[in-house]
């Protein structure tokens, strides 16, 4: 005996219209910009009217925002997910795949384009770009996590403080992400790897 699907409630309904128009946002702020973007291209895409957008977001600002706070709570539970990579016998597998995990998230293609979008976004409009610093402590605290994590792990310290060096670090993978040319000789890897190594202090020399 087969059951029909259990049916959505209304607020369960209206998540999930919200999370469609989001994906949609989310496509098209990456592929043509912001600015390219109208609200009508986004409904169309999402599959739904203008009505059902304004009973989810008060305006294109809104939605925008939205987007913002969803890439930077994905981007936290990715970096948390980097924990896992502090849990190697040694420091230096640890800290090669702390790096190579980094640069698999920024090297993928949607992330790397909405990342760059959107901080061309704040480069335009002042009041964006305070919400997107203000957005960007939850990602600067779970690198922090991670970092304090691999000091535990293997008795470090660092020349800068945690947090310091978590948001130093974060704008060095931000860099790497919007300077992405062809042909480049040194991984993306390598150069967070160096920079991370240079600033930790610990009892054994690190190979490399």
């Known amino acids: 005996m087969t059951h029909a699907p259990r049916r959505l409630s209304r607020q369960e309904q209206q998540q999930r219209t919200r999370e469609r128009l989001l994906d949609a946002a989310e496509s ?6 912001v600015n390219a973007t109208s609200l009508r291209n986004v409904c169309e895409k999402a599959g739904f009217s203008q009505g059902a957008f304004y009973s989810n977001f008060e305006s294109k600002q809104d939605l ?7 890439h930077i709570e994905r981007e936290a539970v990715l970096l948390q997910s980097l924990v896992k990579s502090a849990s190697s016998d040694t420091l230096d597998h640890a800290l090669a795949g702390f ?3 980094l640069t698999a998230i920024a090297e993928q293609t949607q992330w790397s384009l909405l990342a760059i ?11 964006f770009a305070a ?6 402590n939850a990602s600067y605290d779970a690198l922090a996590s991670v970092l304090n994590t691999l000091k535990t792990r293997f008795k470090l310290s660092y020349q800068l ?15 790497l992400v919007l300077s992405r040319t062809e042909g480049e000789t040194t ?6 790897l160096t920079h991370l190594k240079g600033l930790i202090v610990c009892p054994k020399p690190l190979k490399g």
């Open 117 to 127: 979008e959107l901080q061309l976004q704040a480069q335009r409009d002042a009041n």
């Open 64 to 70: 925008l925002l939205s987007v913002l706070q969803r």
């Open 99 to 101: 790096a190579e995990h």
């Open 28 to 33: 098209l702020f990456a592929e043509g910009g």
């Open 187 to 192: 991984s993306r890897a390598d150069v967070l």
């Open 131 to 136: 919400q997107c610093a203000h957005a960007r």
């Open 161 to 175: 403080p945690t947090r310091q060096l978590a948001s130093s670090l974060y704008a060095l993978w931000s860099g």
